[in-house]
């Protein structure tokens, strides 16, 4: 479904390439999440596999990036719109600013792409209680609190029904139950739809428990891909600028304080953990 | 700097109620969390002690200065508020101004400005970009220089709205650091945060909001031992706690060393 070959990007005015050489085959109907310290390249990540590079930012851009077949850099942005949609990380930046209502803010992205009256207020309906937004219809997008209006830039790409979901951090400002309740819907989508879903992640546990594969991303080259576990679980993620679980945590603690090598893979989720300190 | 929250109540216009009689006294030097979901009123609270938002019944001091007829610049100098998303704080078109900003408008003397915003900066570790554009930051360095903008005030009493969104590991390094210090140097801090595990290695003190009141106020035990409160109040219990509860440790630990010593001791 998605295909990234040897591809590198630049922004303008940058010394440093933000992503360099990356290579990447994400199969229809994957979870994958994204990992990395802060500037490791996971946000140019999401704009390169949703268009918005090159087709907004500006730089020196190599490679090939392929969706559904398609190079991406010949595809007109209208194009890609109903097949690639992207949550972005701060709400604020993906909300139009153009309509009254949240109702109407959902319906921003449809009318662009002419569907249909009838068929556009199924959708509305349906993203507005997929997002857990149906109170909130005829409020207006900037009453809302900063959990809600991510719940509605989810809706608004959901709305749109995608065959590719990409979402930066669209979880930062909910509470847990919302939080879990968005990587629930995405894995629901993920196995009912075959909808592919590419996810920059902090919260880790949440990314072993629901991603089928994991990518850590370090000064914008790929250092590890992999299963959850296997990535999430690495004693050195620190020393890369991640933060692991507290589980994780523990276990590493408890082999520094026993002398243990230190290179074993460690408990990412709780059950991981129990089974560790058993 | 100590705050005292007698029964407020505050409506949105639409008549959207957020409190609904909030009682609370925050002594002067502690480290308490506000925590519930989305919607209790925590961010809507924080916004009556620093004086964006009046209440519409109820009384809020800071120190002695009642908030109702405070000026939002007096209030200024004695809370500091970093938001939750630092875009909706930032406004100037460089980073040190931004941080100079504040004790600029404060402080006659420029050098205790330039002093101020300098620590403030270090503390942060943004030294090294003090010349860019806000803009031109990763959002998580936005997120630090919200925070330093607030401590080159030195303002005795800070919050903090969600001190850790979008952080790494080095960025939370930098904020369990700056909280260190504001504890050693008696600050008053109030942590809003969904993030149970950095909450309970920070706070002193857990309030739990729910529907614009408080449900529970105490400290972590007496939160996060009570199953029925955290359904009550949506929380999730902190990763430690849930691994401790898991192996059968009491009382629960703070930290992941915590919990290590007590496995330690046990095997």
Redesign the interface.
């Known amino acids: 479904m998605i295909s990234i070959k040897s591809f590198t990007f630049r922004y303008r005015g940058a010394t440093e390439p933000a992503l360099e050489n990356i290579d990447l085959e994400i199969p229809r109907g994957q979870f994958c999440a994204i990992i990395?310290?802060?500037?490791s390249g996971k946000s140019t990540l999401c704009f390169a596999l949703s268009g918005i590079i090159p087709h907004h930012f500006a730089g020196e851009y190599s490679g090939i990036v392929r969706i559904a077949g398609r190079e991406l850099v010949k595809m007109e942005l209208g194009q890609m719109a109903g097949l690639v949609g992207l949550v972005f990380?701060?709400p604020?930046n993906q909300i139009t600013g153009a309509r009254y209502t949240v109702e109407e803010e959902i319906a921003f992205g449809l009318e662009n792409l002419g569907i249909p009256q009838d068929e556009m207020s199924a959708r509305i309906a349906l993203a507005l209680q997929q997002a857990g937004l149906v109170q909130e219809a005829h409020r207006s997008p900037y009453?809302l609190?900063?959990?809600?209006q991510q719940r509605l830039a989810i809706a608004s790409i959901l709305a749109i029904q995608p065959d590719i979901l990409i979402l930066d951090?669209p979880t930062?400002?909910?509470?847990?139950?919302?939080?879990r309740e968005v990587f629930e819907l995405l894995a629901r989508l993920g196995v009912s739809q075959r909808k592919t879903i590419v996810l920059v992640e902090?919260k880790l546990?949440l990314a072993a428990q629901f991603a089928d594969r994991v990518v850590h991303l370090n000064h914008g080259r790929i250092i590890a891909d992999g299963k959850p576990q296997e990535v999430l679980g690495n004693p050195r993620?620190?020393l890369q600028?991640?933060?692991?679980?507290?589980?994780t945590?523990?276990a590493a603690?408890?082999q520094e304080?026993?002398q243990l090598p230190s290179d074993r893979t460690l408990p990412v989720t709780?059950e991981q953990?129990?089974g560790f300190?058993r | 700097m100590n705050i005292q929250i007698h029964n407020v109540h505050f409506t949105y216009p639409g008549n959207v109620q957020a409190l609904r009689g909030i009682d609370l006294t925050i002594p002067s030097g502690e480290i308490i969390a506000w925590i519930g979901e989305n919607g209790a009123g925590k961010t809507t609270m924080a916004k009556l002690v620093n004086g964006l938002l009046k209440p519409t019944a109820g009384q809020v001091l800071v120190g002695e200065r009642d908030t109702q007829t405070a000026s939002t610049a007096s209030l200024a100098r004695l809370v500091g508020y970093a938001f939750q998303n630092p875009d909706e704080q930032l406004f100037l078109n460089s980073v040190w101004k931004e941080v100079a900003f504040g004790p600029g408008n404060i402080l006659d003397d420029p050098d205790e400005v330039t002093r101020r915003t300098r620590a403030a900066l270090e503390l942060t570790q943004l030294s090294h970009k003090a010349e860019m554009h806000p803009y031109d930051l990763l959002p998580s360095e936005r997120k630090l220089l919200g925070l330093a903008s607030i401590l080159s005030m030195q303002s005795p009493v800070m919050i903090l709205d969600e001190p850790t969104m979008g952080l790494d590991y080095c960025g939370l390094q930098i904020m369990s650091n700056i909280i260190l210090r504001a504890r050693e140097a008696r600050r008053t801090i109030v942590l809003i945060s969904h993030d149970m595990d950095f909450c309970l290695e920070h706070a002193e003190r857990f309030i739990v909001f729910s529907g614009g009141r408080i449900l529970r106020a105490g400290s972590a035990a007496a939160v996060f031992d009570d199953v029925h409160l955290l359904e009550q109040a949506g929380l999730e219990e902190p990763q430690i706690v849930r691994l401790a509860k898991a192996s059968g440790y009491t009382p629960i630990p703070k930290d992941p060393a915590e919990f290590v010593a007590t496995y330690l001791e046990r095997r």
């Open positions: 990395g310290a802060n500037g990380q701060n604020f009453a609190s900063g959990g809600q951090e930062s400002q909910l509470d847990p139950v919302g939080t902090h546990e993620l620190r600028g991640v933060q692991p679980t507290r589980f945590l523990a603690l408890s304080q026993a709780l953990a129990i300190f």
